[in-house]
C-alpha cells in the first residue's frame, strides 16, 4: 500500500519523481524518500517523515540531480512512521531498493544476513531485501542475475525497483502480488505503482504480469517471466488526461469526487442502456455464455465494495437469483460451497485490492461458471485475469474515502442485476421501467446536491460528538454502514450501523442526548418499521439525523431533517448514499481533520 516511482532518462529525473509521488501520495504518506545516482556515481538518498511536502522542503535544503532515481511514499506495515524506515532502503552503498507489498520470511532471512554481519537499521522487511541483494552482487555483480535469484527467495507480495550505483544505464523491477507499471519514453523510461504517476511524461505503458521481472535502460525495456524466459508485454496507450486528478475549484479531492458523480453516473450508463432497454452486448462478447449459465452469485469485495455487494444482495435475491456476500480476506481462509451455476463476482476500485485479488485466484479451481469483476481501473490485476469486466468508469478517485466509486459500483452492479433478471421472467415493460429508473440517476443525484450547503448547517451539530448510530433496513442497512464508515474514516468519529429492528437487540442502551442517530427514511414498505425504531430513539432522547422522502410523515418531534424529492424506488440506494457522503465530508471539515488522506489508511489496500 506503497507509491513507488522511477525514472532513467538523459535530464534530471528528480522532478519526474518528485511530481509522481504528489500523484501517488493517496497510496501512502506516512513517509517519503528519494535516492539519485549522481554525476559522481554514488547514490544520494534523502527522506523525510510525513507527506511528500516535507521531502521537497529537504530536497530544497539539499538539492540533488541525477539522470537514474527511486522513489517512494510509505504506508507503515512493518515498523512505526520514522526516517529509519522510510524508503528508499540501501545496504551501504551497493544497492538502494523502493517496495510496496509484505516480506512473509523477512524474520528468517533477517536472522540470516545478520549472522552474515549485516546490520540492519530499520524495522522494515524491505531493508532484507536490500541486503539479500547486496550479498548477491558479491558473488555476481549482475543486477538482474541478482534479483532474479533474489526473489526465487522472497515469500510474499512485492513490487520492487531497484538500482546499483556501479549501473548508470539500468533499473531492474519485479512484481509479485503488487502492480507495477512501466512508462515508457523517447530515450527515456519510468516506473510507477500507477500510470497516474507518469501521465506527465508519457502515455504508452506496459502493465507487468505476476512474476515478471524488467530491465529498464533509456533505450529499451526487456522483460522476463517468473521462469527466466524473455517475454513481450503488450504496450498500451492511456487515455487519461493529465489533468484528471487535479482538484480543481475543489478544496479537497472528495469533494470534487462527490460533486463529479452525476457525471460518472451518466459516463458509467454510456452505450449501455438504450430506449429503455438495457445493451447487454456491451459487457462483451464472453459475458453472454456466462451470464446464461448463472443461477447463483457468490460476490467477494472489501471495504465499501463490501458495502456495494450487499446492496446487490438485496436486488439479486428480489428476481429469485440465491447470493451471498462475503469479506475477500475471510473469504480466502475457509471451505467454501460453490452450487451449481454460480458466478463469482468481485468488486475494487483500484482492481489491485491484495485479498480480493487472492480470492479470485483461489476461486479458479472451485467450480464456478466464471468470473467477472466490477472495477474502475481497466488495466488492473482483477480486470486482467477475470473472465468479464464490467468498468465502472468513475475516473481517477483520489480521496481515501471512496464516493464516486461506491455509487458507480452500484450502478454496474443495477446493470448486471438487469442481465440477469432477463433470464428470470422480466418482462420488455418492466425492464423498460428499470431502465429509465437508472436513466433518471444524474439529475436526482444533482438535486441532491443542492442540498450541500443544508447538510454543511447540519454538520454542525456533530462537531463536539464522539459516537453515531447509523440505521437502515433492508438495502438501506448496507447504506447505513457505509454512511457510518464515511464518517470514521475521514472524521474520526465512531460510528456503527445496525439495521434498525436490532435496536432493541442491544445497541439501544449507547442512546442518549449525546448520541446523534442518522437514518435514510426512502418511501418503501419498511418506512413504518423504521419510523418505529426511531420512536424507541427519542423515547431515550437521542439526537435524529433524517434523510427522507418528501412524501414521508415522520411523526416524530425534535429532530432535523432534509428532504429528498423525485427518488425511484430500484435506484434509491444510490441516491440516498449521496447525502451521507456530504455529511461525513463536512462533520471532518468541521473536525479539522485530513479528509482526502486520514491517518492510517491508503487508498489501494495491496497487502494482506
Known sequence: MCGIVGAIAQRDVVPVLMEGLRRLEYRGYDSAGIAIRDANAHLQRIRAVGKVAELQARLDATPVEGELGIAHTRWATHGIPAERNAHPHMSGEKVAIVHNGIIENHAQLRDALSKSGYEFTSDTDTEVIAHLL???????????????????????????????????DR??????????????????????SDVFALLPVTRNFIFLEEGDIAEIRRNGVTVFDRDGNEVTRALHESNLAATAADKGPYHHYMLKEIFEQPGVIAETLEGRVYKGRLLEESFGHEAKALLDQTRGVHIIACGTSYHAGLVARYWLEEIGIPCSVEVASEFRYRPVVVPDG?????????????????????AADMGYVGSLVICNVPESSLVRESDVALMTRAGPEIGVASTKAFTTQLVALRLLVLALARRHGMSADQEQILVEELRALPRQVEVVLQLDDAIRDMANEFGD??????????????????????????????????PAGELKHGPLALVDAEMPVVCALPQDPLLDKVLSNLQEVRARGGELFLFSDQNVKIGLDNYQNLTLSDICPSTAPIVYSVPLQLLAYHVAVLKGTDVDQPRNLAKSVTVE
Open 342 to 362: 454460480t458466478l463469482f463476482v468481485t468488486i475494487s476500485q483500484s482492481g489491485e485490492t491484495a485479498d480480493t485479488l487472492a480470492a479470485l485466484r483461489a
Open 134 to 168: 547486496a550479498d548477491l552482487l558479491a558473488v555476481e555483480p549482475d543486477l538482474i542475475t541478482a534479483v532474479q535469484t533474489a526473489t526465487e527467495q522472497l515469500l510474499g507480495a512485492y513490487a520492487l525497483a531497484v538500482v546499483n550505483p556501479d549501473d548508470p
Open 465 to 498: 460528538k464522539h459516537n453515531a448510530l447509523f440505521l437502515g433496513r433492508g438495502t438501506f442497512y448496507p447504506v447505513a454502514m457505509e454512511g457510518a464508515l464515511k464518517l470514521k474514516e475521514i472524521s474520526y468519529i465512531h460510528a456503527e450501523a445496525y
Open 171 to 192: 533499473m531492474v523491477v519485479a512484481r509479485a502480488g503488487s502492480p507495477l507499471v512501466v512508462g515508457i519514453g523517447a530515450g527515456e523510461n519510468f516506473i510507477a
